[in-house]
């Protein structure tokens, strides 16, 4: 599993100093980089289209406190994946994002099977449920 920390900013607080909600999106993606880094060192060029993205906003998360986003990936498809992440501050569950990545050609338009060396790199950050 891969978790990244992100640390608030004044720009992504609303009244009282609640997190947007929009801004669980932008975490959500900034948190599976190192997923899409499987695929390619140039994430530009990783061939990965999000697919789907659901959120479920459990807990309130408030401006002045880091925010822990831990990644792990829930299936894998023939050419596409699913993971899953939690959104924890102060060691509250404050969110979940399960999202949808397709590997996608884009010369052809077309998904492309992912690759067994791919899937071994994917499967080191399965959820063990």
Known sequence: ???KTF??????????RHIRNDVL???????FMGIQEIFSPDVWDSGLIMANLNLDYISEIVWGKDVEVITGVKNIG?????LLQTFHQD??????????????????????????????????HMIKE
């Open 1 to 3: 599993m891969l978790v």
């Open 7 to 16: 640390t608030p900013r004044m720009s992504e607080v609303v009244g009282g």
């Open 25 to 31: 999106a932008i975490w959500s993606v900034e948190g």
């Open 78 to 82: 023939n050419t596409s994946f699913v």
């Open 91 to 124: 060691t509250h569950l404050c969110g979940r994002a399960m999202v949808t990545l397709l590997h996608y050609n884009y010369a052809t338009h077309k998904p492309e099977i992912i690759s067994q060396e791919i899937r071994h790199k994917l499967e080191e």
